[in-house]
Structure formats: C-alpha cells, structure tokens
C-alpha cells in the first residue's frame, strides 16, 4: 500500500477512498457528495478545509475534476466511543522500539467500533510518536506484552521474527479444572476461521496450531470454585488458538465470552475479563542479535 500523503493527526492516519473507473461526477467533490448524500455539508466542509487531497496530497478543490480510479485521503472525526478505563503500562523505551503491557478490553490497533480506544492510537497521541506501529497484536479482551517499532525502517526485521517463529511466547491463563487431565500435554488441531464470523471453529484435517500447556497451581474463586493457573506455549498463532485449544479439554478460560458459547458484549462493561495474559516475550534482537525478554507485571487474580 503506498504511503499516505497526509501525517498521522490526534494518533490517526486519514482514511482513503477509491473512486470508481465510471462515474457520471464532473468533480470529485460531486462524486463524494452522490455516494454519501446524507454528508453533503460534511464533504463540502472537508473540501473547504483542505481535508481531502489526492495521492500525490495536491488539496482537492470544489473544482477538481473527476480522477477515476485514483484515491482521495483525508481526515474524519471517529465516532464517540466508551474510554477503556485502563492505563497502558510502558515495559520498555528506546529510539527503536516500544514494549508495552495492554490492559484488557484495549484494542490493539483501530478496527471495527474502537477506533481512539486503540493502543497504537493512544501512544501515538499521548507519547508524539506518529510512525509508531505494532510488529504483532493481541485480541482486545487478551492483556500483555506488545511489542511496537517506533521508525519504519524497523518493522520489516521484527514481523520477520514473528514470520519465522523465533518468537517465544509465555501465556497465563486461569480456566476451569478437570482432575482427570493430565498435564504438561500438548494440544494440536486445524483451526478455521471464516472471514466475518465471530468465532473459530476447529476442523478434521491436518493440525495447523500448536500449544504447550502446563498446569501451574490450582486455585480457589470466591464461589468455592477449583480452577486452574496454567502456563501456555503457542508454537503457532491461529485466531483464538489458545481460547480454544484450553476450552477443548472442558476448561474453558474464565471470562471468556466467546468459547464454549458466544456470548455478545455489553459496550462499556468491563466488569468480567477474559483471564488470559500475554505474560512474556523472548526474542534476538534482529539488529543486535542480543536475546531480549519482556515481562508483564500484570496479575490474573483479580476479581475471582
């Protein structure tokens, strides 16, 4: 994807648009306006405030004719969400990269309705950091270690690390206990998952997700419940690979409100966590081969 013509504003770059090899606009204003009629004050007012230009970031007038197939850039105000009411833990800094420990219930980069409630959008406005971008991610109810590169130049060595597995990854877990199992053990199985649907489901087929799972203690809730604290090593990195690899031996993981059932969630309830924690990151440094370790300092105990 080629570069935007328009820097990172309030932690967001701008958004882009297409325009279709035929049209009946004259103008790309009048194209904006007949594919969003409801907007028309907003798109003459963007226009009016040199919101929108072309890929080459020439300002696009209320005269600009009509340029099919190029795309037009520009700003756009998110819709209100519900803050996250949790603070970003900064683990590690320097002028390369960013280590930070994600609370729950924190997207780790914009998508679908949380958008500002991002972590890469937060840094980037809170630590002036504009071409800060995560080398991997975390599923917003999943906290933890993220590692982000502060330059460009850096992203293409660190998601080669994660491209070529020599990321170790260390998660904790507090699920549901079964005396019957027996661990450590290893969980491998074909993980599909279907573009727009809300869960994965695993398949027959050969095994395309690997997990190592180690039973730390077992534990006691508030209710009198027995659970476990398990210990996961992912060898893979499949969609809810650990969610459902742990609730495929009947103890699903505390909290979550998408396996053995799906569940929606109720906007602005943060009352009930997934117990699921990115608790460490290994790697070699791809500049300075030096191996690297990243800690969460963050506890699953809470609210048991």
Known sequence: MPKAPLPIRNGLGPDRLRMPAESSAHTVLE?????????????????????????????????????????VYFYREPAPEIPVPHEIKILYRDDSILVI?????????????????????????????????????????????????VTPDLRRPYQELFAEQRIVKEYEAIAGFD?????????RSRINKVHGEMTATEIDGEPNSETSIELIETITD???????????LPRTGRTHQLR?????????????????????????????????????????????????????????????
């Open 244 to 304: 459902l690899h742990i609730n495929s031996l009947g103890v699903p993981i505390v909290g979550d409100n998408y396996y053995p059932e799906y569940l929606p969630a109720v906007p602005g309830d943060f009352s009930t966590p997934l117990r699921l924690l990115a608790r460490a990151l290994e790697y070699p440094d791809p500049i300075t081969g030096q191996t690297r370790r990243f800690v969460s300092s963050r506890s699953l105990d809470a609210g048991l």
């Open 31 to 71: 194209h904006l306006i007949g594919e969003h009629p409801g907007e028309r004050d907003l798109w003459a007012d963007l226009v009016n405030a040199g919101d929108v230009v072309d890929e080459h970031g020439r300002k696009i007038t209320s005269r600009t004719p009509y340029q099919p197939t190029r795309f």
């Open 101 to 149: 420990d994600k609370p729950h219930f924190l997207a780790t980069i914009p998508r679908g309705a949380h958008i500002v409630e991002s972590a890469v959008v937060r840094l980037r406005r809170d630590l002036d950091l504009p071409d800060l971008a995560p080398v991997h991610r975390l599923d917003r109810m999943t906290a933890g270690v993220i590692v982000f590169t």
């Open 222 to 232: 508030s209710a009198g419940r027995t659970l476990g604290r398990y210990r996961l």
């Open 179 to 187: 005396p019957e199992l027996t661990f450590p053990r290893t969980v």
